[in-house]
């Protein structure tokens, strides 16, 4: 007697954890955010602001979480806070960590800052912490135009680049 064989008990041992892959099956043109902000008031105002200009985005409460999610991920955007996971902002893990990944990565990635003491689109305190832009948490009701517009300078400044690199078949 033939014993019949269902497709799916070939792939038994296969367990596929999508945990850290959140965009495994949207477009490649489609816009991802990684939001990494403790205040759940100011989260909670990103979040929407992101939403409502068609990004994809996840959240993360700790360091660790945040770089399980950028594991499988390059995110377009990632949201910041100067305390997020840590007591002293000048020892933020998440911005140390993207300090050093390499350029060509972190390069396609625009990183935003929040601040309380910073004041909003300081550039030379933007390079001094490896960020693309700070906004200071009193500007945080033109985040969205802010970011909107940070975004648009970054890839008209980078957009030669990037074109060399396509042509010379580096991307």
Same mark, same amino acid.
């Given at each position: 007697?033939?014993?019949?064989? %269902?497709?799916?008990?070939?792939?038994?041992?296969? *367990?596929?954890?999508?945990?850290?892959?959140?965009?495994?099956?949207?477009? !490649?043109?489609?816009?991802?955010?990684? =939001?990494?902000?403790?205040?759940?008031?100011? &989260?909670?105002?990103?979040?929407?602001?992101?939403?409502?200009?068609?990004?994809? @985005?996840?959240?993360?409460? !700790?360091?660790? *979480?945040?770089?399980?999610?950028? &594991?499988?991920? !390059?995110?377009?955007?990632?949201? =910041?806070?100067? %305390?997020?996971?840590?007591?002293?902002?000048?020892? %933020?893990?998440?911005?140390?960590?993207?300090?050093? =990944?390499?350029?060509?990565? +972190?390069?396609?990635?625009?990183?935003?800052?929040? @601040?309380?003491?910073?004041?909003?689109?300081? +550039?030379?305190?933007?390079?001094? &912490?490896?960020?693309?832009?700070?906004?200071?948490? @009193? @500007?945080?009701?033109?985040? =969205?135009?802010?970011? !909107?517009?940070? #975004?648009?300078?970054?890839?008209?400044?980078?957009?030669?680049?990037?074109?060399? #690199?396509?042509?010379?078949?580096?991307?």
């Amino acid at each position: 007697m033939a014993e019949t064989k %269902n497709l799916s008990d070939d792939f038994l041992w296969f *367990e596929y954890d999508d945990s850290g892959k959140p965009f495994d099956f949207i477009g !490649t043109d489609t816009e991802t955010a990684l =939001i990494c902000v403790t205040d759940e008031t100011l &989260r909670n105002q990103i979040t929407e602001d992101l939403k409502n200009r068609d990004f994809y @985005s996840t959240e993360a409460k !700790t360091v660790k *979480e945040a770089l399980k999610k950028m &594991r499988f991920h !390059t995110y377009t955007l990632m949201v =910041i806070d100067e %305390n997020f996971d840590t007591a002293d902002p000048g020892r %933020n893990d998440l911005i140390r960590y993207l300090a050093n =990944i390499p350029m060509s990565d +972190r390069r396609r990635m625009f990183v935003t800052l929040i @601040s309380r003491h910073i004041r909003s689109l300081d +550039r030379m305190a933007a390079l001094d &912490r490896s960020v693309n832009m700070i906004i200071n948490v @009193s @500007s945080m009701k033109d985040f =969205i135009t802010l970011v !909107t517009n940070g #975004m648009a300078e970054n890839e008209g400044f980078y957009y030669t680049f990037a074109e060399i #690199m396509k042509t010379a078949g580096k991307v």
